[in-house]
């Protein structure tokens, strides 16, 4: 079972849209809610998944997939 970054993609939801988070190579990729990609780094996606695991946005639910490819 592959464990690394590149196996998981972390998905941010309100009751309006989701973004996606996933590693692609050597950064983090963010894709909107009307699908546009930036790049992103760690610190980024853990500055928009902290506050959602702390409760500190109970309205955003968050949800972590893993792919085994």
């Known amino acids: 079972m592959n464990l690394t970054n590149e196996s998981y ?3 941010i939801s309100t009751k309006n849209s989701t973004e996606r988070y996933y590693r692609d190579g050597t ?3 963010k894709v ?3 699908g546009r990609k930036f790049r992103a780094t ?3 996606v853990l500055n928009h998944v902290l506050p959602v695991l ?3 946005k109970p309205d ?3 949800k972590v ?5």
Not at 65 to 69: A, I, M, S, T, W
């Open 9 to 11: 993609v972390i998905l």
């Open 27 to 29: 950064s983090w990729v």
């Open 32 to 34: 909107s809610a009307r």
């Open 42 to 44: 760690a610190e980024q």
């Open 54 to 56: 702390a409760g500190i």
């Open 60 to 62: 955003v639910t968050i």
């Open 65 to 69: 997939e893993h792919h085994d490819d």
